[in-house]
């Protein structure tokens, strides 16, 4: 038998395999690479498995990843390290000048396109014949409300888009999992039979109270990580506050039931906002930015090649074929209004609305957020059909929308800016 170590250690070697074959060959961005090279692979462990007799790859892997978790492993911390590595690098100055569209599109728009597509995709599998409560596609919509700041910020590395909407896409897609997150557990609780955590504000009162308290968590825990930073003179022990930082500011964020994604993204945002005279190129800044460099590509490689693997353990035939072809253009539509109206609220409107609209509805990527929301679905008759409709909607977004969006940018903007 395979230990973990021995599958993680084989998941390596096939990532840097892929990694290199599409760096010499192919030259795609890295994680749809990763995530299409696990799928490659998964679909050849099916059809060895199914030719073999005797021989069971496909199982055992699928077995072994059951017993990983993924979805605890994602949602406990791997996304507090992705997020706060993907805020150490933004732009401060550009998310504040964008505050009101980011903010709307982050709460608003993450309401719209759960409602949305909740409705679209229940109407769409009562008329193939599924019959799915509405309660639980509104769960599947909160699933796929959100965007993947992951994936979006490597491709925001080879599209050249005017800088307002590039602030607007990576503010939006650092904060909405938030409030994604908050909806997801409130609409589950109905569909299973909760009726207290809606209806007479509470709702909105609790998306407030996580993200605003997650907010404030953030701030309070990054500027005491800021300033013993700045009087550390060991820059290994720098490293080992900002891992500190990270993990305690979101355990303590689901203890007090505050938005843990929100909190990391702020306590990275003032790390790279509030610098002191002279503190810009301080070392142990550089040390920091170079080790959370180095988090996020590993933590993004064992991402993306565990999403390729899920197709093992995921039913793909559970929802049939009509529903799961339907969910994908109601997936684009609900992004579509979910971008159209909170824009149409701004003060100020970006230049060539209909291009901004265009341009951030196709990046609206799903990714591992959804899939870890989707894996942490509790037993029901309707588990298998909602994880087959968001692992397709999934894997659409990330490789049809994530290789076009070069030639969407192109098409959109041209030379214009």
């Known amino acids: 038998m395979l230990s973990s170590f021995d599958y993680g250690s084989m998941l390596f070697v096939l990532a840097t395999v892929i990694g290199l074959l599409n760096e010499r060959f192919i030259r795609i961005p890295r994680p749809i690479a990763l995530l299409i090279g696990a799928l490659a692979v998964s679909l050849g462990l099916i059809l060895f498995s199914a030719l073999v007799p005797g021989v069971h790859l496909a199982a055992r892997t699928e077995a072994r990843l059951a017993d990983s978790d993924l979805s605890a492993v994602l949602l406990d911390g791997v996304l507090a390290l992705l997020l706060f590595a993907t805020s150490l690098g933004t732009d401060v100055t550009g998310l504040k000048r964008r505050a009101r569209p980011i903010f709307l599109l982050a709460t608003l728009g993450v309401v719209l396109a759960m409602v949305i597509f909740a409705f679209g995709i229940h109407a769409a599998l009562a008329f193939a014949g599924v019959q799915v409560p509405l309660g639980w596609c509104l769960v599947l919509g909160a699933i796929l409300a959100p965007t993947d700041a992951v994936v979006v910020e490597q491709l925001l590395e080879r599209v050249n888009l005017p800088q307002e909407i590039r602030d607007i896409i990576t503010g939006e897609s650092l904060f909405n999992d938030g409030a994604a997150v908050v909806l997801y557990f409130a609409a589950l609780a109905t569909a299973t039979g909760a009726d207290s955590v809606v209806g007479h504000g509470r709702l909105v009162g609790t998306m407030l109270y996580a993200g605003g308290g997650g ?112 969910a994908i253009p109601l997936a684009l539509a609900a992004r579509l209004v979910s971008v159209a109206v909170p824009l149409s609220l701004g003060r100020r409107q970006p230049r060539d609305a209909a291009a901004a609209v265009s341009i951030l509805t196709w990046t609206g990527l799903r990714g591992g957020i959804s899939i870890a929301l989707a894996l942490a679905l509790p037993p029901s008759a309707y588990h298998e059909i909602l994880t087959a409709i968001c692992y397709a909607v999934v894997i659409f977004s990330v490789i049809v929308q994530g290789l076009s969006t070069g030639w969407v940018a192109r098409l959109l903007y041209g030379g214009k800016h």
């Open 215 to 326: 907010a404030l968590l953030g701030l309070a825990t990054g500027w005491l990580a800021l300033k013993a930073m700045q009087r550390v003179r060991a820059e290994h022990l720098v490293v080992t506050l900002s891992l500190a930082l990270v993990l305690a500011t979101y355990r303590i964020a689901v203890w007090l039931e505050l938005s843990g994604p929100i909190a990391v993204v702020v306590s990275g945002l003032v790390l790279t906002q509030f610098r002191a005279a002279g503190d810009e190129a301080a070392p142990w800044r550089r040390r920091i930015k170079d080790f959370w460099s180095m988090i996020d590509e590993i933590i993004n490689t064992l991402l993306f090649m565990l999403m390729g693997f899920e197709v093992l353990q995921i039913p793909l035939g559970a929802a049939g074929f009509w529903p799961v072809l339907a």
